[in-house]
């Protein structure tokens, strides 16, 4: 293993948005069992240190190759687009209307059944999404069009929370 390796290499999987989520999840068992300081216990506190670097590294690797999301912004960041979500936030017109409609129906929403159906609009919009990601990525090659489209998910993941929010407050 080598701390300098991407979160692909060191998982050994192939640098792209689809992924085998069960593949994922083995091997990071795999490479946490390889990596656990309790292994490197006979070997002295800086062999534990460094067991422990690599725990640490084989952790952020995997939240971020696990979670679709962090998995195009890694890659788009990866191939030259970092997505400089803090500084850009422009977003097509039809994007932020769609945003505008959401938020008034959430708005209005007074019932857990017009909660659930803005919630599976938005879940729908979302798979859509992350299949224009996917194809993006490994088809289209165009990490610059991936990183407009991961921004826009930004968006619609922060506005999911609020919908659970929102199915809170209605089953209190």
């Given at each position: 293993?080598?701390?300098?390796?991407d979160?692909?290499e060191?998982?050994?999987?192939?640098?792209?948005?689809?992924?085998?989520r069960t593949?994922?999840?083995?091997?990071?068992?795999?490479?946490?069992?390889?990596a656990?300081p309790?292994?490197?216990?006979?070997?002295?506190?800086?062999?534990?240190?460094?067991?422990?670097q690599?725990?640490?590294r084989?952790n952020?690797?995997?939240?971020r190759l696990?979670?679709?999301?962090?998995?195009?912004?890694?890659?788009c960041?990866?191939r030259?687009?970092?997505?400089?979500?803090e500084d850009?936030?422009?977003?097509?017109?039809?994007f932020?209307m769609q945003?505008?409609?959401w938020?008034?129906?959430?708005e209005?929403?007074?019932?857990?059944a017009?909660?659930d159906?803005?919630?599976?609009?938005?879940?729908e919009?979302r798979?859509?999404?992350?299949?224009?990601?996917a194809?993006l990525?490994?088809e289209?090659q165009?990490?610059?069009?991936?990183?407009?489209?991961?921004?826009?998910?930004?968006?619609v993941a922060?506005?999911?929370r609020?919908?659970?929010?929102?199915r809170?407050?209605?089953?209190?």
């Open positions: 293993m080598n701390l300098q390796s979160d692909f060191l998982f050994a999987v192939p640098a792209q948005f689809a992924q085998d593949y994922i999840d083995s091997r990071w068992k795999e490479l946490q069992r390889e656990h309790d292994r490197f216990a006979a070997q002295g506190a800086a062999a534990q240190r460094v067991a422990m690599w725990s640490v084989i952020e690797a995997y939240q696990k979670d679709p999301l962090k998995r195009a912004a890694y890659l960041e990866l030259g687009a970092p997505l400089r979500a850009n936030t422009a977003m097509p017109t039809a932020l945003q505008m409609e938020r008034e129906a959430l209005e929403a007074s019932t857990e017009d909660v159906q803005l919630d599976d609009e938005v879940s919009a798979r859509s999404m992350l299949a224009e990601c194809r990525l490994d289209a165009d990490p610059a069009a991936a990183a407009q489209q991961v921004r826009a998910l930004m968006f922060r506005f999911a609020d919908i659970e929010a929102r809170e407050q209605l089953q209190q």
